[in-house]
């Protein structure tokens, strides 16, 4: 009796153990092939697209299409591009958020309330709303196509989010700390620079790993918002047909497509915790 | 408090430069797209001159605002619905515990983090009848599969849905997921010692406890479907005809190829006001739900 019960529970549990790995598997090939299909399809030489059934181990590899957008298309210009803007809006991004969520945790009153309110919901207005008019007055201001132009609106589009997720972290942090310093005659900034800053670290690591991602993102502000400044987003779209393939330069696309992909699956794959804590404290956008 | 109220100008200080950024890329254009709609503005024409409601009149005479208004009600909640459901699934797969865990709580990030153009444009591809992954993979079964996709309304709209969910259901579960993890252990351990099954244990306790975590998640998931944009213009241009054009995506049409400014702006106000009520709507649910 207690031994074929203990066998029942031995079955019952191998069984599980290959259910739950069925669906890992499941799980893993529907998101991990469209990634692998593009990839191989970036090294696949342009006819060799055009074969039934789809080769998923190209023969001939090459690095053709890459070439291609290099020499033709401006790639390094474009990833030059994308890299100053969100660099910038980063950087800029950050220090003027951590000013603010550094007062909006300290400082109580009800104008101080009023304005976290506001800046927490205009997370719900959608681009397409502002898009027009914003549009006309950044051509009106001499700021449309342009570097600082297109910082602004990446930086405000950041702005919710990470003044959110650092206010509730300086919460946080005890006050006390502070007063004590404030006793020991430390001024304002000491206080901001010597111990908050350094204690705030790890969140705003989060958030600029997490803004990074977004950034890279974004799509519609350079797409209605420059003409001659192309990012990486952009660009994608509007990539030159070689061949007819129906519309879609899927050779270059796939090389695009995957260029922007790599610094994504790297970042995903080593900070995987920093996001996962940014995406459960709340206010990023899918 | 160690913040005397002699130092509240330092708070303003700090805050300044994210209230102006913010300020100046919200007020303005809102107040402006409400008065333009009331405005015929058609910038080809170079026609600008007051037109009371009849911008709200013609939406609703407008065919191909008819059409858009329909497929992003289908999409809407045809992908919400695929949200929860498969949403709350894919999440009890990320928490079994087995050795797969970790990889598998990566890779979910990976469409979260693609940008929806890369999607969008892959998508063009994939569902390309003759040299597209997804016919290729359903021909290694049915060897004489034929569909052209994106061509055909009922199976564009499809496509369009399936790849959003690629993209943010796996988001979605992580969200569940971290719901599901504040239910403690000894909730199941109770429930297994009074001999209650996975499936009593998971429609007992852990689906009740996690309802309000996911129908507070839909209400951002919803917002962010009515405003979806970057997939339809990359993977579909709306197309065929308006079948698969999404109400920001028509918004942005009208306000940037069709120059129809205050025809747009009305748009937009439209969409604006759907959002502000199916917010207002669901705060109030939520709030009767807790009673």
């Not at chain 1, 111990?195 to 690591?205: D, F, G, Q, R, T």
């Not at chain 2, 129809?260 to 009305?266: E, I, R």
Request: aromatic letters at 14%; proline letters at 4%; a positive charge.
């Amino acid at each position: 009796m207690e031994m074929s019960s203990n066998r029942k529970y031995q079955v019952y549990k191998c069984l599980a153990t290959v259910g739950k790995w069925i669906l890992f598997a499941m799980v893993a090939f529907v998101i991990l092939f469209p990634v692998y299909w593009i990839f191989i399809s970036s090294i696949t030489a342009p006819g060799e697209l055009f074969k039934t059934p789809i080769d998923y181990l190209p023969d001939h590899p090459t690095l053709d299409s890459y070439k291609f957008l290099i020499e033709n298309v401006g790639l390094l210009a474009k990833v030059g591009n994308t890299v100053i803007i969100i660099g910038v809006t980063l950087f800029v991004g950050t220090i003027i958020c951590v000013m603010g969520a550094y007062a909006f945790a300290r400082f109580r009153s009800k104008g101080v309330n009023l304005a976290f309110g506001f800046i927490i919901a205009t997370m719900l207005i959608p681009e397409v709303v502002t898009a027009r008019p914003l549009y006309e007055f950044m051509q009106k201001v001499k700021l449309f196509d342009t570097y600082p132009g297109l910082i602004i609106l990446y930086i405000s589009a950041i702005v919710p989010f990470t003044v959110l997720i650092l206010k509730n972290f300086v919460g946080e942090i005890p006050v006390s700390l502070e007063e004590a310093a404030s006793i020991d005659g430390a001024t304002f900034v000491q206080r901001l620079f010597l111990i908050v800053l350094p204690l705030m670290k790890p969140a705003i690591a989060t958030v600029c790993i997490i803004n990074f991602i977004t950034c890279l993102n974004n799509f519609f502000t350079p797409l209605y918002y420059s003409n001659g400044i192309q990012v990486l987003s952009v660009a994608i779209v509007q990539l030159p047909l070689r061949d007819n393939m129906y519309g879609v330069p899927w050779d270059l696309v796939s090389a695009m497509g995957w260029i922007i992909l790599l610094p994504i699956i790297l970042f995903v794959a080593i900070f995987e915790k920093q996001i996962m804590d940014g995406i459960m404290a709340g206010g990023v956008k899918a | 408090m160690i913040q005397k109220k002699s130092l509240q100008w330092i708070a303003w200080v700090l805050i300044m430069p994210v209230l102006v950024l913010r300020g100046f890329t919200t007020i303005y254009p809102i107040v402006k797209t409400v008065l333009n709609s009331f405005f015929d503005i058609r910038i080809l024409s170079g026609v600008n001159e007051f037109a009371g409601l009849s911008n709200y009149i013609n939406i609703f005479k407008d065919q191909k605002v008819i059409t858009t208004l329909k497929f992003t009600a289908i999409f809407v909640v045809v992908s919400m619905l695929f949200h929860i459901v498969f949403g709350i699934g894919l999440a009890l797969i990320l928490n079994m515990k087995f050795k797969g865990r970790r990889f598998l709580r990566t890779i979910v990030l990976i469409p979260w983090a693609m940008p929806s153009v890369v999607i969008g444009m892959a998508g063009k591809w994939a569902f390309n009848n003759d040299y597209g992954l997804i016919n290729d993979f359903i021909r290694r079964f049915f060897p004489d599969f034929q569909l052209s996709w994106l061509i055909n309304t009922g199976s564009a709209r499809a496509a369009v849905i399936a790849l959003d969910l690629w993209k943010d259901l796996p988001f979605f579960a992580i969200l569940v997921l971290s719901g599901i993890q504040f239910i403690s252990g000894d909730i199941y351990e109770a429930a297994k010692v009074d001999g209650a099954d996975w499936f009593q244990s998971f429609f007992r306790i852990t689906l009740p406890l996690i309802m309000r975590n996911v129908l507070t998640l839909c209400i951002p998931f919803t917002l962010w479907r009515l405003t979806s944009f970057d997939l339809v213009y990359s993977m579909t241009s709306g197309g065929p005809g308006e079948d698969t054009s999404l109400i920001a995506y028509r918004i942005t049409m009208e306000a940037f190829t069709n120059l129809n400014v205050g025809y747009a702006a009305a748009l937009a106000v439209l969409l604006f006001l759907v959002m502000g009520i199916f917010s207002w709507v669901n705060m109030r649910f939520m709030s009767k739900f807790e009673n």
